[in-house]
């Protein structure tokens, strides 16, 4: 699910064959006719020539498609109660917590297309949020957002208290709610089917695709 236009260096992107995964993704030559005309609807609608390999995961269901593409235009590649950025911001700190791969490239590649700098995404990737690149009403919010991931039955009416007294709403609130509780399912569903980082991050010119490992229990994290 990846709106931006396509540009010279992304050529090489969405390129998930089913041979290297770990199950078959929907082929745009062998789609039924209705996963196709979803497929064209994509393309014209976020002006992309080749559907991302997530979008071929969710195919296997077409009523699964249609919604996640509703959901990717709607909410979560625009600006709601939360930013663009921000919501790249969770979407990509998740997919690292979770060790996605494939998740964790696509949205921290859009995290710094949305204006975020690589000092925040190495902070997001080793969970190191006590850095002046975060500011401290974003790591209350991500420190929710790990909470939510981690421990949802143990959020309580005083995370969002503390989440309200850094200056959010409670509509950005929930907004971030969502937005963890989606990125873990489709850090599942990436990872399960065996998709592969795009190297996106790599594509910036800043650093390695390589260097950004996805591993859960990072420096950051004392437990």
Not at 41 to 54: E, K, L, T
Not at 115 to 131: E, H, P, Q, V, W
Request: glycine letters at 6%; one cysteine or more; a negative charge.
């Amino acid at each position: 699910m990846q709106p931006e236009k396509q540009t010279p260096s992304e050529s090489r992107l969405n390129r998930s064959s089913s041979t290297e995964t770990n199950l078959p993704l929907v082929e745009e030559d062998r789609a039924s006719a209705e996963v196709a005309a979803l497929f064209t609807q994509y393309r014209a609608g976020f002006g992309r020539a080749n559907v991302p390999g997530i979008l071929r995961c969710f195919a296997t269901h077409p009523p699964l498609l249609r919604a996640m593409m509703d959901l990717a235009k709607n909410m979560l590649f625009t600006d709601g109660a939360l930013s663009r950025r921000h919501k790249e911001m969770i979407s990509a700190f998740v997919s690292f917590r979770n060790s996605c791969p494939y998740c964790a490239d696509s949205h921290g590649y859009f995290f710094r297309e949305q204006g975020g700098s690589d000092a925040a995404l190495c902070a997001l990737r080793d969970n190191r949020l006590d850095t002046a690149s975060i500011t401290d009403a974003e790591r209350s919010l991500l420190q929710f957002a790990e909470k939510v991931n981690r421990a949802s039955d143990a959020v309580h009416p005083d995370d969002m208290q503390q989440a309200a007294q850094s200056g959010w709403s409670e509509l950005q609130i929930a907004e971030t709610i969502h937005t963890v509780a989606l990125f873990a399912a489709f850090n599942r569903i990436a990872n399960a089917f065996g998709l592969p980082s795009q190297g996106l991050l790599a594509s910036l010119g800043g650093l390695p695709d390589s260097h950004f490992s996805t591993n859960p229990l990072s420096k950051g994290d004392a437990s």
